[in-house]
């Protein structure tokens, strides 16, 4: 099965059924919100640590509805319905949380590197103040040496490194993301030797991001030279953070008219290529 052969298939489908893509996409939406709606709990003070409950909500719903979500995939892919009731169909419900469990621990390990600097950063950050490690004059004298005397040149470094610690975790995301299309196919094997085939599909379909991320980069480039501006005149008063200017909105609009949308065709590219895989298999079984 070849990738271009996976984003081919994946965008007939895509065209063919906007009708249901739509109701798809808007169920997993909904699903989305609901899970993050304990972060109204942030609104009030007394109540912050409320706000915690999204993570065993997550748990509890979003791998169940990803693994029909994959199964309904699989069946828009071979003639069926893309959207249908099997979305909430309650059978298999705690296998799915169970498995979702499995692979959330899976991610977490992927992800240590960025979690150990988020943590270590935290500590740098908010933590207690160590005199000639932890202080603002010697952060600045360390961010300032990493851009070889440019204190700005090394906040772009600096970020640009902490960004680099989230790569295990995206190659993780891209070596786990035919397991539930392969579970929707009734053989989780299929995944085996095609690991890299896999990877690569994932990264095709992270060209349906491509227009929000252009338009994000456009709309955000002056609130970064704002903020690093903001960077180098850094001093032992703090950072004074510029606020968000109207290109915020313009990346809230391309969020919604540019990313979601195209949501279900990420997934379905990764979809068709595990579902051509099963069907390479079947075919060379009934051959032999």
Request: hydrophobic share 50%.
């Amino acid at each position: 099965m070849k990738v271009s052969q996976a984003a081919s298939k994946a965008r007939s489908i895509y065209k063919e059924k906007k009708g249901e893509v739509f109701d798809f996409l808007l169920l997993e939406i909904i699903v989305r919100l609901i899970v993050l709606t304990p972060f109204l709990f942030l609104l009030t003070d007394n109540l912050k640590l409320l706000s915690l409950l999204s993570i065993p909500l997550f748990l509890l719903i979003v791998p169940f509805v990803r693994e029909k979500a994959a199964a309904c995939m699989q069946s828009a892919l071979h003639g069926g319905n893309l959207f249908s009731r099997d979305l909430l169909a309650p059978h298999g419900y705690w296998k799915a949380v169970g498995r979702g469990l499995v692979q959330a621990l899976l991610l977490i390990l992927w992800a240590a590197p960025f979690l150990g600097v988020t943590a270590w950063l935290y500590r740098i950050i908010f933590g207690e103040t160590v005199v000639g490690q932890t202080d603002v004059f010697s952060v600045i004298l360390a961010v300032t040496e990493l851009g070889g005397g440019d204190m700005v040149r090394g906040a772009a470094y600096a970020f640009l490194l902490y960004l680099c610690t989230l790569l295990p975790f995206c190659v993780g995301l891209a070596f786990h993301s035919g397991t539930r299309h392969a579970r929707a196919c009734g053989d989780k094997g299929l995944v085996k030797g095609h690991r890299g085939g896999i990877i690569l599909a994932w990264l095709r379909s992270l060209l349906t991001l491509v227009p929000f991320v252009a338009v994000s980069a456009w709309a955000g480039a002056d609130y970064l030279k704002k903020l690093l501006e903001a960077v180098n005149q850094l001093t032992g008063n703090g950072l004074s953070i510029p606020r968000p200017d109207s290109g915020l909105y313009i990346i809230l609009g391309a969020f919604v008219l540019l990313l979601l949308p195209l949501l279900p065709l990420k997934s379905l590219i990764s979809a068709a290529y595990v579902g051509g895989l099963q069907e390479e298999r079947t075919s060379g079984e009934a051959k032999a």
